[in-house]
């Protein structure tokens, strides 16, 4: 298939159907790699809706002809995009990606650094931390249905952030990462390789923006958090791409003994977002959490795909989606609760909730099970309704008008998950993006 | 028979027995024209069924077998070497006196003429293809209840069956449906004229008895404005060295105001392919219920359904399963809501023994602007051995704002204190064990007719036995 690349190059330059850019700084092992994976890519076949795992999901918008890798950052959008760069108030470190070009950053203090924490853009990393990145990157196969985009993102992807927290390191203030699309028909495909070792804290907040919010983009990010034993992750993304962007993004959390991992994820934008979210319970005492929100409008579709995999004995996890959907508005979820052999003492638990504020919302919710141990304790629910009358109408007797009425009732109905972060800060400025999505 | 009450008999071991077969009409083995032709020959099938055989037997050719996502258990079913039609070469007898001896004997064994002595209303039994006995009382035949077998129904009453016959479950709809359009023969076909509501349970029995046979009825079960039914059947097979395919095709029709309950108690020997088509269409203010005792056979595979197109109508499904050594029950549920204020309740509980495998998989469908649709989907499934695996894998579609939904499931262990509070009262452990399973499933197992509620019962005590220790 290589030859083919060859031959098509002249036509297809740019385009990210063109294969792996040699133009980078990145080892030989690595380009080989990405060699194999652009093999891959295109030997897979692409998604039908066929395949129980995109059941449900417009795979046509999947369509990645017209989007173009690489290109120049022109000055006046660098300006722009990192004077909009605001997140967060206080942060403990911060790197900003437009079009996967790392355009800033703001270093961790001298004292973490002394306490051995690495937090360095990804091509430096497979360099001087060769054996950490090639334990971990990429090293859980998608198997959530998105194997070939897997295999897209590992051939293209030109940086990302590579994060290391030491044994007993402690970072209280979350650490801020931003990934722009920076103009019509750009792609990203961003990484973050989080390791933290054993009882090791930290929180990582990233954003997923456009410059421009009604042009066309592509998006296609990879993320490993792996939390050591006694580790406590938190991860938290805030998606809110411009409306005609298509995103896949494809997370794997790995939760070793005692260890706690939290992933709270915010969908607002795209057109179409697909995200795959593999959470794996390697040892005993490990317990994983996995929440959701999104609010889609418009002809928005959001497919989500989890698998909570339980391989280990004496393990939980909880997962919580809440979607409220508006317009003509599509909501996937297909989640499996999966109980290894021998994975006694699991307590597992998922719920997806729909908000349906439309005649023309649809909801699609599959939520599963597949148990092989005995002794184990695995609930799931799944809900679609409507906004209560008795709350509008209590809301409404007071004069409050049925739109702002009908915002406080979602954001009530949202705000239960959001509220599980327990951090306020963070829940503020997710709260922040959710009003201004209302108040388009 | 160790019961007083002879109802149809589901204990395993009373199944378990094959007589000789005299078979005079044989289709051999394989598939192909020839064989629609020899069966539609055979049956003097009136033109439009030949030519309804014969496009069943093209779709079901150019299907795949559902593997992308049912279990790969399929493949080992080797099509070319069933035989798709046995018969003895009569047709259904009137009165048991005309049954031939040993296939009296057989169904002796399994209680049938006792039961329709006691209160039935009709009965039919069906011996590999063809049914070899059919009554119905003489008050129901009065009412203008039709019962009788596909074959006299498409020929005798083409007025009345051949409207809704394939229309509920399309050929296409999935690859068996279209294997048993093309070589259907026996099963059930009820009409119940408007406002006759039907005392009695009208009941079918249906026996594979030959090796390497597929059993292909197909019932069709249309209930006239405001008139009630309620059907039972039975299914058991002696245990064969080699695999046996049954494949149904069920189709329910409840006008304005009908009520359907259609119960199935299957007990399959653990060699069988069960892989059964069910679905009723509710009409306005109709109401479908599915009752579904799913025991034994090797694979499983059965989704009964209701397609809700009237107003206010009602859609039920009750299912057990239980999957023992070796066996996967992949059952579960659709409810295709296509009128509004239509409801549907699901209910689902499954017992996985052993190496067994219970799966759920159910569809809710909701589409646009219907107003005031509910459903509820609860399935709870319980693993009695380390080895045992449950599945559960439901798909809601919903749309709109006017409608609610709400699936829960849980899976569990037998609690460890119940068992020990029972062995402290004197139990054995296996005796502790049986009476926590029947308490697991004792809400469903109510709603059964009180005969079919002992049989399960006693069946669930005689499927844990060995199960522990």
Redesign the interface.
């Known amino acids: 298939m290589s030859s083919s690349v060859a031959l098509d190059e002249v036509s297809k330059a740019g385009s990210v159907l063109s294969g792996p850019l040699q133009s980078h700084d990145f080892p030989a092992w690595f380009r080989e790699q990405q060699q194999e994976a652009w093999k891959q890519f295109e030997s897979l076949p692409s998604p039908t809706r066929k395949d129980q795992l995109w059941r449900f999901s417009n795979v046509d918008l999947l369509d990645l002809k017209s989007f173009k890798v690489g290109g120049e950052l022109s000055d006046k959008d660098r300006d722009a995009i990192l004077e909009q760069s605001s997140g967060l108030d206080s942060v403990a470190a911060r790197l900003v990606f437009a079009g996967d070009q790392l355009i800033e950053r703001d270093v961790i203090s001298e004292q973490l650094k002394k306490r051995g924490v690495i937090f360095q853009p990804l091509e430096r990393a497979m360099v001087e931390h060769t054996d950490l990145f090639q334990k971990h990157f990429m090293s859980q196969p998608a198997v959530l249905g998105s194997a070939k985009f897997a295999a897209l993102h590992k051939a293209l992807v030109s940086s990302g952030t590579f994060l290391y927290v030491p044994r007993g390191v402690e970072i209280e203030l979350p650490i801020e990462i931003f990934h722009w699309l920076p103009g019509e028909s750009a792609s990203v495909f961003p990484h973050l390789l989080l390791i933290t070792d054993e009882l090791a804290k930290v929180t990582v907040v990233e954003h997923f923006r456009s410059l421009d919010r009604q042009v066309a983009g592509f998006a296609c990010g990879v993320n490993d958090l792996i939390a050591g034993p006694g580790a406590k992750v938190t991860y938290v993304c805030a998606q809110t791409w411009g409306e005609n962007v298509r995103a896949l993004q494809m997370n794997t959390t790995t939760v070793d003994h005692d260890a706690s991992a939290l992933s709270l994820n915010l969908h607002l934008g795209a057109k179409y977002s697909r995200f795959e979210s593999l959470s794996r319970l390697t040892g005993e005492g490990g317990r994983s959490d996995l929440l959701a929100v999104s609010v889609a409008d418009g002809e928005q579709e959001f497919d989500a795909r989890t698998l909570q995999d339980h391989v280990s004995p004496h393990t939980a996890s909880d997962l919580l989606y809440k979607n409220a959907l508006d317009g003509r508005a599509r909501c996937t979820f297909g989640g499996l609760i999966r109980v290894e052999p021998h994975a006694h003492f699991t307590d597992a638990y998922q719920k997806v909730r729909n908000l349906l504020l439309s005649d023309d919302a649809e909801a699609n919710s599959m939520p599963g099970l597949e148990i092989l141990a005995d002794n184990v304790r695995c609930t799931h629910g799944a809900t679609s309704g409507q906004i209560d009358e008795d709350e509008m109408f209590y809301l409404r007797s007071r004069g409050i008008p049925t739109k702002v009425a009908q915002r406080l009732l979602v954001t009530g109905f949202l705000n239960e998950v959001i509220q599980r972060l327990d951090q306020p800060a963070i829940a503020a400025h997710l709260h922040q993006l959710i009003e201004e999505k209302f108040a388009v | 028979m160790k019961t007083e009450t002879k109802a149809v008999d589901i204990n395993r071991n009373i199944g378990d027995f094959a007589y000789p077969e005299v078979h005079v009409r044989d289709a051999g083995t394989g598939l192909s024209e020839k064989t629609i032709h020899y069966i539609s020959d055979v049956k003097e099938d009136p033109d439009w069924v030949r030519e309804f055989r014969l496009r069943g037997l093209k779709t079901f050719l150019e299907k795949p077998l559902p593997t ?2 049912a279990s790969k258990d399929l493949e080992a079913i080797h099509f070319d070497k069933i035989r798709y039609y046995l018969a003895p070469g009569t047709g259904a007898k009137r009165s048991w006196d005309e049954v031939p001896e040993d296939i009296k004997r057989t169904f002796e064994r399994l209680g049938i003429p006792e039961q329709e002595r006691k209160f039935l209303a009709g009965v039919e039994a069906q011996f590999d293809s063809e049914a070899v006995y059919s009554n119905i009382k003489k008050a129901v035949g009065e009412q203008g209840v039709i019962f009788v077998g596909s074959t006299e129904g498409l020929k005798n009453h083409p007025e009345i069956f051949r409207k809704w016959f394939g229309k509920v479950i399309p050929i296409g709809d999935n690859k068996f449906s279209a294997l048993n359009s093309a070589v259907f023969s026996g099963g059930s076909f009820i009409y119940v004229p408007p406002g006759v509501k039907v005392k009695h349970p009208l009941q079918a029995y249906f026996r594979i008895n030959a090796e390497n046979f597929g059993q292909f009825e197909r019932t069709l079960i249309i209930a006239d404005e405001g008139s009630e039914v309620t059907y039972m059947e039975g299914c058991t097979a002696p245990k064969f060295n080699t695999a046996t395919l049954h494949s149904a095709v069920v189709e329910l029709v409840a006008l304005k105001g009908a009520k359907i309950q259609y119960i199935t108690v299957q007990n399959w020997s653990a060699n069988v392919f069960n892989l059964v088509t069910k679905r009723g269409l509710a009409h306005e203010n109709a109401e479908i219920k599915w009752i579904d005792c799913n025991i034994g056979s090797r694979l499983t595979m059965k989704y009964p359904g209701v397609v809700l197109k009237g107003r206010k109508s009602r859609g039920e499904v009750l299912s057990i399963a239980l999957a023992n050594n070796g066996q996967h029950q992949d059952t579960g549920a659709k409810m295709v809501h296509a009128a509004d204020e239509t409801t549907s309740n699901i209910i689902s509980k499954s017992i996985s023994v052993g190496t067994g495998r219970a799966t759920y998989r159910g569809l809710v469908h909701i589409p ?2 219907l107003k005031n649709c509910k459903n509820n989907t609860e399935c709870d ?1 319980l ?31 037998v609690s460890a204190e119940q068992i020990f509070y029972m062995q402290q009262r004197g139990l054995s452990e296996a005796q502790a064990m049986s009476l926590s399973v029947n308490g697991f499933v004792n809400d469903l197992v109510r709603q059964f007719p009180m005969e079919y509620s002992v049989e399960l019962k006693r069946l669930i005590e005689l499927e844990m036995e060995g199960s522990v220790g």
């Not at chain 2, 051995?385 to 499931?409: L, M, W």
């Open positions: 992308h996502w646009k602007h499934a693993l009695i051995n380390a080895t045992s695996r449950t599945d559960t894998y439901p798909a809601i579609t919903v749309r709109g704002t006017g409608n609610s939904v709400q699936h829960e499931a849980s899976v569990s262990q």
